[in-house]
């Protein structure tokens, strides 16, 4: 005679109520004949309880306990006894397990139950580790060992569907898991006891007799009948190392491989973890890797915590691609060998700019970078070893750094308007900012100036007649020389056909720090002016300069001192000369830019002052194929 809980159908029990749904199994004794009434009471009372605990699984295995009655599948409803959940009834959720909450990051910084499973890995008690558990739809197998580098490694052990590991069970997914949630219904009822021993055989099968000492159960959710007798059949086959509990020592949701990395993720760095970067050598520009220590071996995370840490790598000399970023567990090889690669993020950094990034460790050999613009952690690429070889080995022989920028400016600050001078003043100024920001360090561009007009007019009336040239700005930083501009004032010209240029020529002093090598700078003379030079003697209508001054001497000087001069020349405006004094003034003036441009020139209106600034700036070299990852240090 079937001996089972008439209501949930768990085999025979020597107890007064089932242990699974509380249904009173033994009544007390009665004397006389059980009346017609009484077996009918008895009936509905079990019909009821058996309707309740098939609505009960019902709604469990659907995932539906908070959204109501009446919103089961058809297939499913037409099992259950006593039909289907009717609007308004009453359901009563199994509460068992009630008294369980699950933890969340920082309620305990490393549960008990996760040291045990960490420590059978790590103390050597335990080679590999074998995680268990039984899900509504799977038997979830995953093997845990110790990797490269310390590592824990998790690859699936032959997880299977509950279609081929309990074939006693309906063919139908929603019917299947109403059994395995304990729903008895109208069809043939599953026998306990043979479901117990089909899980036991297939464990048997599928279970390697070297894991019977390495087995870690997770148990499943509450509730789920089915599923508590398969974890109760591993309980009594197998020592376990550990028993983690759903909603307890894990995640209440989540797969079988989630919650096994959940666990892994509190493992303690063996090794440190690596961020390689290049690095040129400030006097050869010889380049090599470098390593940088993201997080040192040591660090171990509680349940849910990550670790931060923050760097800051500097562009090469090229643009437009990511630079590349990988992450080692262990220190490298110059050709990668010897570390476990473990990501490949990118960053786009522009050329020779620098950015701060920031870099998250969920667990060993998973480091995250944040992305610069949002800020939310990407695990990035995986770390392929031919490809992260191929970036380490294919580093420039060499980066050279480009010899330092002395500019000098002449500038002319006559005109016949105030704004034609003002154009000139705003453009040296323009150009004094860009070269600026092309020289973070404030090591690479030195600027100077010299200030003049024409022989007619001077600064002011307290200046003598005669001083036709500004005190000259020597050359210094970007930032000085600006400062020392804003006291410049422009002046109306008295003539226009000659400037105090030679005179300004005269006073330019080109030179490097004392003992520097004329390699070490590149000196450049920008002539940002209107009119040409005065003559050491007039000729014809051409005034003469009052000194005598010659502009060729001065400008063969530069020139043999190493100066490149170049011209920045306002267009020659106004009516055509056509008288002989005429054509022969402007055929000087033309001769005489000719002589000042001819080793470069540039013009208003056409070319910018950034323009200016990145022709002037000197290029890098590159010995070798391009840099791909970023640097540690700026090359600048």
């Known amino acids: 005679m079937d001996q089972a809980c008439p209501v949930c159908r768990t085999p025979a029990q020597n107890e007064e109520f089932c242990e699974v749904c509380r249904w009173r199994l033994h009544d007390d004794p009665v004397l006389g004949e059980l009346t017609s009434e009484d077996v009918q009471r008895a009936r509905s009372a079990i019909e009821a309880a058996g309707h309740a605990w098939d609505v009960r699984a019902a709604r469990l295995s659907t995932g539906i306990a908070d959204r109501g009655p009446g919103v089961v599948g058809d297939r499913l409803a037409a099992v259950i006894r006593g039909g289907p959940p009717r609007p308004g009834e009453k359901h009563k959720d199994d509460s068992r397990d009630s008294s369980v909450k699950s933890a969340g990051p920082g309620s305990d910084a490393i549960p008990m139950e996760y040291r045990d499973v960490i420590d059978n890995l790590f103390g050597h008690r335990a080679k590999e580790l074998l995680f268990i558990e039984f899900t509504p739809d799977e038997v979830g197998m995953i093997k845990v060992s110790i990797g490269e580098g310390g590592i824990p490694r998790q690859v699936d052990a032959g997880s299977a569907k509950w279609i081929s590991v309990a074939p006693i069970l309906d063919s139908h997914e929603d019917i299947r898991r109403f059994q395995l949630a304990g729903g008895v219904g109208t069809?043939?009822?599953v026998s306990r006891a043979?479901?117990?021993?089909?899980?036991?055989h297939w464990l048997k099968a599928y279970i390697p007799p070297s894991y019977e000492h390495s087995v870690v159960l997770l148990t499943s959710r509450s509730g789920w009948g089915l599923l508590e007798r398969a974890a109760d059949a591993v309980r009594t086959a197998y020592p376990l190392r550990a028993e983690l509990r759903r909603g307890g020592a894990v995640a209440a949701q989540g797969t079988t491989a989630d919650a096994v990395r959940e666990v892994l993720r509190t493992?303690?760095?063996?090794?440190?973890?690596?961020?390689?970067l290049a690095l040129a050598d400030h006097d050869t520009g010889a380049v090599a890797?470098?390593?940088?220590?993201?997080?040192?071996?040591?660090?171990?995370?509680?349940r849910g915590e990550t670790a931060t840490a923050e760097v800051t790598v500097h562009g090469g000399i090229g643009g437009g691609e990511p630079l590349k970023l990988p992450v080692f567990v262990g220190r490298p090889a110059p050709d990668g060998s010897g570390a476990l690669p473990v990501a490949l993020h990118e960053a786009p950094v522009g050329a020779l700019e620098q950015v701060r990034l920031r870099f998250v460790l969920r667990g060993p050999g998973e480091v995250e970078l944040a992305d610069t613009r949002s800020g939310v952690p990407r695990a990035g690429h995986g770390a392929v070893a031919a490809e992260v070889s191929a970036l380490l080995t294919r580093l420039p022989h060499r980066i050279l750094r480009p010899p330092a920028l002395e500019l000098h400016f002449t500038v002319e600050l006559s005109g016949a308007e105030r704004t034609e001078t003002e154009e000139r003043l705003a453009f040296v100024r323009d150009l004094v900012l860009a070269l600026a920001r092309h020289d973070e360090t404030g090591t690479a561009v030195r600027t100077g100036a010299v200030g003049h007009y024409d022989h007619q007019i001077h600064e002011s009336s307290h200046t003598p007649r005669g001083m036709t040239v500004l005190p000259p700005i020597p050359a210094g930083s970007p930032a000085a020389t600006l400062a020392a501009l804003a006291g410049w004032r422009p002046a109306r010209r008295g003539q226009d056909l000659a400037s105090s240029l030679e005179d300004a020529l005269g006073a330019v002093r080109a030179g490097g720090e004392p003992g520097a090598r004329r390699e070490d700078v590149r000196r450049v003379l920008l002539v940002v002016a209107r009119r040409p030079p005065a003559q050491p003697k007039q000729h014809g209508i051409h005034p003469a300069c009052p000194l005598g001054a010659d502009w060729r001497t001065?400008?063969?000087?530069?020139?043999?001192a190493g100066v490149r001069v170049i011209t920045r020349a306002d267009p020659v405006t106004g009516p055509p000369q056509h008288d002989g004094p005429g054509l022969a003034a402007r055929r000087y003036a033309e001769e005489a830019w000719a002589e000042l441009s001819a080793e470069g020139s540039f013009h208003p209106g056409r070319d910018s002052a950034a323009d200016v600034a990145g022709a002037l700036t000197p290029p890098w070299r590159l010995e070798g194929p391009p840099c791909r990852l970023a640097f540690a240090t700026p090359l600048i």
């Open 187 to 189: 069809l043939q009822p």
């Open 194 to 200: 043979e479901f117990d021993t089909t899980v036991l």
């Open 267 to 276: 493992a303690p760095l063996l090794v440190d973890h690596i961020l390689v």
């Open 289 to 302: 890797t470098y390593h940088h220590t993201l997080f040192p071996a040591g660090i171990r995370l509680g």
């Open 554 to 560: 001065e400008l063969g000087r530069l020139r043999a």
